[in-house]
């Protein structure tokens, strides 16, 4: 299984950025697939779901209605457009397969364990 994360990047805060998540080693099209983050000092954070068709999604409070999860199965790729960004969105973001089945319902505290795979992360910095 491979995950890999695009460039994050540096963005001021109110901007906006889309991660892509390109993965392989799998049947892409039958899981489901997360979004987490990880900023320094902090404990692990799930961020996002979404099933294996693409038609339902899952977001934690703290990013509901600014960030939207998507997934193009023909592509075997996940995407996270990241909009309104804040200073507490910086941090290191990871793309994750076969999540726990109960981390919607669940998602604190959420640990490395809770999924089967991740990809590298990619740093995303929110500041002016």
């Known amino acids: 299984v491979q995950l890999l994360v695009s460039a994050g990047g540096l963005v001021h805060p109110g901007g906006s950025l889309r991660l892509s998540c390109p993965a392989s080693?799998?049947?892409?099209?039958?899981?489901?697939l997360y979004w987490l983050r990880h900023a320094p000092g902090q404990a692990l954070v799930w961020l996002s779901c979404?099933?294996?068709?693409?038609?339902?999604?899952y977001y934690a409070d703290s990013v509901d209605g600014r960030f939207t999860i998507s997934r193009d199965n023909a592509k075997n790729t996940l995407y996270l457009q990241m909009n309104s960004l804040k200073p507490e969105d910086t941090a290191l973001y990871y793309c994750?397969?076969?999540?726990?089945?109960?981390?919607?319902?669940?998602?604190?505290?959420?640990?490395?364990?809770?999924?089967?795979?991740w990809g590298q992360g990619t740093q995303v910095t929110v500041s002016s």
């Open positions: 994750a397969s076969e999540g726990r089945d109960t981390i919607v319902l669940h998602p604190t505290p959420v640990e490395w364990s809770d999924f089967g795979s």
């Open positions: 080693g799998f049947t892409f099209s039958n899981y489901w």
């Open positions: 979404i099933n294996s068709g693409g038609d339902s999604a």
